[in-house]
């Protein structure tokens, strides 16, 4: 299993971007996706997690009412629609996959990880 990460860049505060997760597997459906940041000198941390219908979302407080996750299942991919964007938004932004246990916040449910894709926002 592979996971790719894309669509980060530089944005004024305000602004918006959109970040995939392409996934290799023919069982992409089967596992929920979640999306972590990484900021400069902090620990990783929750945002966002998808299942693997799309049925269940959940969002860290940081970002809900911003964030919208989402996936397409047909093409494989899982989309982080984030809006309002702040500089504390400012990370590496992580996408995997879950385990299948219900802790969806912690690291160690998640298994596959891909490679990060780096979200700055200016003031």
């Known amino acids: 299993v592979q996971l790719q990460a894309s669509g980060g860049g530089l944005v004024q505060a305000g602004g918006s971007l959109r970040l995939s997760c392409a996934a290799s597997?023919?069982?992409?459906?089967?596992?929920?996706t979640g999306w972590f940041r990484q900021a400069p000198g902090k620990e990783r941390e929750f945002v966002a997690r998808?299942?693997?219908?799309?049925?269940?979302?959940y969002y860290s407080d940081s970002v809900k009412g911003r964030f919208t996750i989402s996936r397409d299942n047909a093409k494989n991919t899982v989309y982080l629609q984030m809006n309002s964007l702040k500089p504390e938004d400012t990370a590496v932004y992580y996408c995997?996959?879950?385990?299948?246990?219900?802790?969806?916040?912690?690291?160690?449910?998640?298994?596959?990880w891909g490679q990060g894709t780096q979200v700055t926002v200016s003031s």
């Open positions: 995997a996959r879950g385990r299948g246990s219900s802790d969806y916040t912690r690291q160690d449910e998640y298994d596959y």
């Open positions: 597997g023919r069982t992409f459906a089967a596992y929920a």
């Open positions: 998808v299942s693997g219908s799309g049925g269940r979302i």
